[in-house]
């Protein structure tokens, strides 16, 4: 083995372990956090199904409380669908899409761990 050769080795070693510096522990907060909203927003598409649920009791607050701020937002840019709120919709689509996108078995953080590309 050359030097030229072993010098490249080691400097893409160098390399990798820089970019891998930041990509794991952002992954590893931005798994649970898409996780659990996309959940928290299919809890909230099953709890849109119960109208008279009293959205401020136990065990219905907590998935509202921090889904509201959430769906305040797309509230007015989204219309309703045949009279039904699909702003849930909207936020699962966009959390699933984004787990995919960057955590996904060909997403980029997982490629840029695996590969450092």
Known sequence: MDVNALLNVVSSSVLLSETEAWVQPLSAVLGPFLNFFSFAMLCRIVLSWYPTANVNELPFNLIVWPT?????????????????????????????????????????????????I
């Open 68 to 116: 509201e701020p959430l769906l305040r937002l797309v509230r007015g840019s989204v219309p309703p669908a045949f009279g039904v709120d699909i702003t849930p919709v909207v936020w699962l689509g966009l959390f699933s899409f984004m787990n995919e996108i960057l955590l996904g078995q060909q997403g980029l953080l997982t490629m840029k761990i695996k590969y450092g």
